[in-house]
Nanobody, 115 residues
Framework: QVPFVESGGGLVQAGGSLRLSCVARSINFRIYDIGWYRQAPGKQRELVAGISSGGSTNYVDSVKGRFTISRDNAKNTVYLQMNNLKPEDTAVYLC?????????WGQGTQVTVSS
């Protein structure tokens, strides 16, 4: 069973917003630090935002001030609110454990930002 299932992606114009969701299954979700990652065609997967089990957050510089990561332990869910989207944010977005990823990865959710 895939431990993380992502949703919420779509096609949006530059400057628009999307909210991604990641539901965790078959793991003790509340003890994990969780990360949102993204992978664009021809590029390496990168971590864009992380949230600790205690709720501390961190972001890659390119999304600071635009993206917000949050979690709801009661729902085994992590969210990524993305505002002021840019074409360079176009990628498949995936979630996983922050420090030691769990396989298999989910399929992710596609985010496409048009200029």
């Amino acid at each position: 069973q895939v431990p993380f299932v992502e949703s919420g992606g779509g096609l949006v114009q530059a400057g628009g917003s999307l909210r991604l969701s990641c539901v965790a299954r078959s793991i003790n979700f509340r003890i994990y630090d969780i990360g949102w990652y993204r992978q664009a065609p021809g590029k390496q997967r990168e971590l864009v935002a992380g949230i600790s089990s205690g709720g501390s957050t961190n972001y890659v510089d390119s999304v600071k001030g635009r993206f917000t990561i949050s979690r709801d332990n009661a729902k085994n869910t992590v969210y990524l609110q993305m505002n002021n989207l840019k074409p360079e944010d176009t990628a498949v977005y995936l979630c996983n454990a922050r420090w030691s990823t769990i396989t298999p990865w989910g399929q992710g959710t596609q985010v496409t930002v048009s200029s």
